[in-house]
């Protein structure tokens, strides 16, 4: 449903995101996890046709961005991380106008209004100037706006930010009810955030994609492991053996390097190597790798920056504590 | 074509809800009619003035002694009231985050300009109609040359029409509303400036088209009843110019 290829946005010297390459199943809810300033929301900006890419495809909805940008408006619902209102609307008026501008047919805009206040719960303000409202509310006509064409993706940039947890919890049913339906991409710099809405969780930090992978996954790896990447030329056949023999090492998966690669040769082989925690086992790889006679080109820690990553993320959420004993 | 609509009447809304068309319409119909309550006294002074010396019915232009001099000052208040007209327009969506809504609903850069200008425009029209009591209401005493008057409105119409593309451009540069009054407003004296530059300049083809720059002296052709091409083509590519500069401000802040 979407497809995003080696995307890099350069505000001048700046560079905002970097080959950022990731693909969402139709029906799939995807979480976007990274700490502020990670390029989240430069992305989004990019999927929903708002600014330009640098370089690099994105396809949604079967349409490219760049190309058919109209094609892909139509297919989406965006809500940006500040709400988009008209503060001297009312709640209908405004939705109305959205209905409008997104193309709804006039016959069907009623009904439409109607599914999509009961929906987000706004029935009780839907007359009060959207400038009165509170917090909570104006992030849930956001919400609804996004959703009043029934859109094929759903692109949510921190929907649940400034809510109470009770409202946290009524947006991320209302996005979970989604799945299947619509496919969804929501960012967060929220670990529990995300965990408990998406089934997919794509990790940027620093502009770049870290990792992609479920939650299960991602926290396993994470808790057990560090990880070492090696490009190895001329592989023996039993390197693979060797260096699971290291002691600390966990696992060595084994990958060709892609044909695509600009040095890359035919005999150069790639591994990933998962140690355990607190077991530095690089200098034992480059000494088992050389004394097998294959040539060592690359050799990088992958799991320290993930780890980062996930340290610079907030972990806990307040309040939730107050909901599991049932106190709201 | 229904985008349009919508996205004009969404423009209109927000006009009439909020107090501005109501405050400006109003400050914008006082000054006239008080200027033209002036101009309408001095008038009959003058007439009585001339019946008496030479005992006779006079013979003044009436067009000429109370029209001109009114719309040729409507048109200095119309430089002074147009930039709050506009102000808004752009500056609030960038303000509120409103313009990344409209940028990523399948509307096009050139829907979303004519949209604003255009109800911008209507908000005008209905200013400049109210101001048609003036000369029902002489019609009532005299008899008044209806040809001359008609392109003088078409005249006022076309200023006020180039004076809300200035705006808008100037509306889109900046998310401050009062920088985008301001900015309208020193382009616009600077156009009105230029026809009193066209006189001290010594090189007659330079002061000709300054002259020919100036908004004001395309508008005294239209108020003499004098419709030409040449003033036609003049405020229909000024405003042309304007929409197009604001059209690519639009586009060009996406690549930023």
């Given at each position: 449903?979407?497809?995003?290829?080696?995307?890099?946005?350069?505000?001048?010297?700046?560079?905002?995101?970097?080959?950022?390459?990731?693909?969402?199943?139709?029906?799939?809810?995807?979480?976007?996890?990274?700490?502020?300033?990670?390029?989240?929301?430069?992305?989004?900006?990019?999927?929903?046709?708002?600014?330009?890419?640098?370089?690099?495809?994105?396809?949604?909805?079967?349409?490219?961005?760049?190309?058919?940008?109209?094609?892909?408006k139509?297919?989406?619902?965006?809500l940006?991380?500040?709400?988009?209102?008209?503060?001297?609307?009312?709640?209908?008026?405004?939705?109305?106008?959205?209905?409008?501008?997104?193309?709804?047919?006039?016959?069907?805009?009623?009904?439409?209004?109607?599914?999509?206040?009961?929906?987000?719960?706004?029935?009780?303000?839907?007359?009060?100037?959207?400038?009165?409202?509170?917090?909570?509310?104006?992030?849930?006509?956001?919400l609804?706006?996004?959703?009043?064409?029934?859109?094929?993706?759903?692109?949510?940039?921190?929907?649940?930010?400034?809510?109470?947890?009770?409202?946290?919890?009524?947006?991320?049913?209302?996005?979970?009810?989604?799945?299947?339906?619509?496919?969804?991409?929501?960012?967060?710099?929220?670990?529990?955030?995300?965990?408990?809405?998406?089934?997919?969780?794509?990790?940027?930090?620093?502009?770049?994609?870290?990792?992609?992978?479920?939650?299960?996954?991602?926290s396993?790896?994470?808790?057990?492991?560090?990880k070492?990447?090696?490009?190895?030329?001329?592989?023996?056949?039993?390197?693979?053996?060797?260096?699971?023999?290291?002691?600390?090492?966990?696992?060595?998966?084994?990958?060709?390097?892609?044909?695509?690669?600009?040095?890359?040769?035919?005999?150069?082989?790639?591994?990933?190597?998962?140690?355990?925690l607190?077991?530095?086992v690089?200098?034992?790889?480059?000494?088992?790798?050389?004394?097998?006679?294959?040539?060592?080109?690359?050799?990088?820690?992958?799991?320290?920056?993930?780890?980062?990553?996930?340290?610079?993320?907030?972990?806990?959420?307040?309040?939730?504590?107050?909901?599991?004993?049932?106190?709201? | 074509?229904?985008?349009?609509?919508?996205?004009?009447?969404?423009?209109?809304?927000?006009?009439?809800?909020?107090?501005?068309?109501y405050?400006?319409?109003?400050?914008?119909?006082?000054?006239i009619?008080?200027?033209?309550?002036?101009i309408?006294?001095?008038?009959?002074?003058?007439?009585?003035?001339?019946?008496?010396?030479?005992?006779?019915?006079?013979q003044?232009?009436?067009?000429?002694?109370?029209?001109?001099?009114t719309?040729?000052?409507?048109?200095?208040?119309?430089?002074?009231?147009?930039?709050?007209?506009?102000?808004?327009?752009?500056?609030?969506?960038?303000?509120?985050k409103?313009?990344?809504?409209?940028?990523?609903?399948?509307?096009?850069?050139?829907?979303?300009?004519?949209?604003?200008?255009?109800?911008?425009?209507?908000?005008?029209?209905?200013?400049?109609?109210?101001?048609?009591?003036?000369?029902?209401?002489?019609?009532?005493?005299?008899?008044?040359?209806?040809?001359p008057l008609?392109?003088?409105?078409?005249?006022?119409?076309?200023?006020?029409?180039?004076?809300?593309?200035?705006?808008?451009?100037?509306?889109s540069?900046?998310?401050?509303?009062i920088?985008?009054?301001?900015?309208?407003?020193?382009?616009?004296?600077?156009?009105?400036?230029?026809?009193?530059?066209a006189?001290?300049?010594?090189?007659?083809?330079?002061?000709?088209?300054?002259?020919?720059?100036?908004?004001?002296?395309?508008?005294?052709?239209?108020?003499?009843?004098?419709?030409?091409?040449?003033?036609?083509?003049?405020?229909?590519?000024?405003?042309?110019?304007?929409?197009?500069?604001?059209?690519r401000?639009?586009?060009?802040?996406?690549?930023?």
């Open positions: 449903m979407i497809e995003v290829n080696q995307l890099t946005k350069r505000y001048g010297n700046i560079t905002a995101i970097q080959d950022v390459t990731f693909r969402v199943e139709k029906g799939e809810i995807l979480g976007f996890l990274g700490p502020n300033g990670a390029g989240k929301t430069t992305t989004m900006r990019i999927l929903t046709g708002f600014i330009p890419a640098t370089s690099g495809t994105a396809i949604v909805a079967g349409y490219d961005v760049f190309e058919h940008p109209m094609e892909v139509r297919r989406i619902g965006y940006p991380e500040q709400p988009p209102l008209y503060f001297d609307l009312t709640v209908t008026e405004y939705l109305k106008f959205i209905g409008k501008i997104k193309g709804i047919p006039r016959q069907k805009l009623p009904a439409a209004l109607d599914r999509v206040i009961e929906q987000t719960g706004l029935k009780e303000v839907k007359g009060r100037l959207l400038g009165n409202l509170s917090r909570g509310f104006r992030q849930r006509v956001g609804a706006q996004a959703m009043i064409h029934e859109p094929e993706v759903l692109i949510l940039d921190e929907p649940t930010v400034g809510l109470d947890p009770k409202q946290i919890i009524e947006v991320r049913q209302l996005i979970k009810q989604q799945a299947g339906e619509r496919t969804v991409i929501l960012s967060s710099h929220i670990l529990p955030e995300v965990t408990a809405t998406c089934q997919r969780i794509v990790i940027i930090h620093e502009g770049k994609v870290v990792a992609v992978d479920t939650q299960e996954r991602l396993a790896q994470l808790r057990r492991s560090d070492v990447g090696l490009v190895v030329r001329h592989a023996s056949s039993d390197l693979l053996n060797k260096l699971q023999a290291i002691p600390g090492v966990l696992h060595v998966f084994q990958e060709p390097v892609s044909s695509s690669s600009p040095i890359g040769t035919s005999d150069e082989q790639r591994y990933l190597v998962e140690s355990q607190d077991h530095d690089r200098e034992e790889l480059a000494r088992c790798v050389v004394s097998q006679g294959c040539g060592l080109l690359e050799m990088k820690s992958f799991a320290m920056t993930l780890e980062e990553v996930f340290l610079r993320l907030t972990t806990e959420e307040q309040g939730f504590q107050a909901i599991d004993k049932g106190e709201v | 074509m229904r985008n349009l609509i919508t996205l004009i009447g969404k423009e209109l809304k927000l006009y009439f809800i909020s107090p501005i068309a405050v400006v319409g109003a400050v914008f119909l006082i000054i009619g008080f200027l033209f309550y002036n309408v006294v001095l008038f009959a002074r003058q007439s009585l003035q001339f019946m008496r010396l030479q005992g006779m019915t006079p003044l232009d009436i067009h000429e002694a109370v029209f001109r001099p719309f040729l000052n409507m048109g200095v208040v119309l430089l002074l009231i147009m930039p709050i007209l506009t102000m808004r327009l752009f500056s609030e969506e960038k303000k509120m409103t313009t990344e809504l409209l940028m990523t609903s399948p509307l096009t850069i050139t829907e979303i300009v004519m949209g604003k200008y255009l109800a911008a425009f209507l908000v005008y029209s209905v200013f400049l109609a109210l101001t048609f009591s003036m000369p029902l209401l002489i019609g009532v005493y005299s008899t008044i040359d209806w040809g008609g392109s003088s409105y078409l005249g006022l119409l076309l200023l006020g029409g180039a004076f809300l593309a200035v705006g808008l451009f100037a509306s540069l900046t998310e401050n509303q920088i985008a009054a301001v900015i309208s407003f020193g382009i616009l004296l600077c156009l009105w400036i230029l026809s009193v530059a006189r001290t300049v010594g090189s007659e083809s330079l002061g000709g088209f300054l002259n020919y720059l100036s908004l004001y002296e395309h508008l005294d052709h239209f108020i003499r009843g004098l419709v030409s091409t040449s003033d036609l083509i003049f405020y229909f590519s000024f405003i042309a110019f304007n929409l197009f500069l604001t059209h401000v639009v586009e060009s802040q996406r690549w930023k």
